[in-house]
């Protein structure tokens, strides 16, 4: 696995060798992703250029840290940007045509702020206690209380959904603590 700064700056300087090996190493994923949450191949390749787009563009400005790998901050970016161009199809007007109704540009920089909001999260995430991990991944991933209650031992479904709302609210502070918070929350 290459060091993350190994593909930010082959971004930064157009080092074409480097990025066909970027290619080679993540496109089959955000493909492979695409085609099973309602993409195609031309939207794979869509989205993973507006993500190197992004990640650049960003990069230039602001030299920022990626804590995990470069291979899963991109793909995390290539999910968002799906996720917002999915939500946008909702919006477009079809009359023998689609129009979308939000300039690309403005796309662009709602996504990077919608990263930067992520990135936020998934910081305080880390530096909450591990249950409260446990408890909010099963339920961000939409699992039933009866089966918290079974795998974590609670004593009840009302405990569960206690901790949830503790753990959530735990969460939420550290966010709104964070410096970052000001300049995310509005948009």
């Given at each position: 696995?290459?060091?993350?700064?190994?593909?930010?700056?082959?971004?930064?300087?157009?080092?074409?060798?480097?990025?066909?090996?970027?290619?080679?190493?993540?496109?089959?994923?955000?493909e492979r992703f695409l085609l099973m949450n309602k993409g195609t191949s031309y939207d794979a390749e869509d989205i993973f250029q507006k993500a190197l787009l992004q990640i650049t563009v960003r990069y230039q400005k602001e030299r920022f840290v990626i804590k995990s790998s470069f291979e899963g901050y991109l793909f995390t970016v290539c999910r968002n940007l799906w996720r917002r161009e999915l939500n946008a199809n909702k919006k477009w007007v079809t009359d023998n045509e689609v129009i979308a109704l939000n300039e690309e540009e403005f796309d662009l920089a709602t996504a990077l702020v919608e990263q930067k909001r992520w990135e936020l999260f998934a910081e305080a995430l880390e530096v909450i206690s591990e249950n409260c991990k446990k408890v909010l991944k099963m339920f961000f991933n939409r699992i039933p209380y009866a089966r918290m209650v079974e795998e974590l031992g609670y004593n009840s479904e009302t405990v569960a959904r206690q901790r949830v709302f503790k753990c959530k609210a735990k969460l939420t502070q550290l966010i709104k603590k964070d410096k970052r918070y000001e300049s995310l929350k509005e948009l």
């Open positions: 696995m290459k060091d993350n700064s190994y593909y930010l700056e082959a971004l930064i300087n157009r080092d074409s060798r480097k990025i066909k090996k970027l290619y080679e190493e993540c496109f089959p994923k955000v």
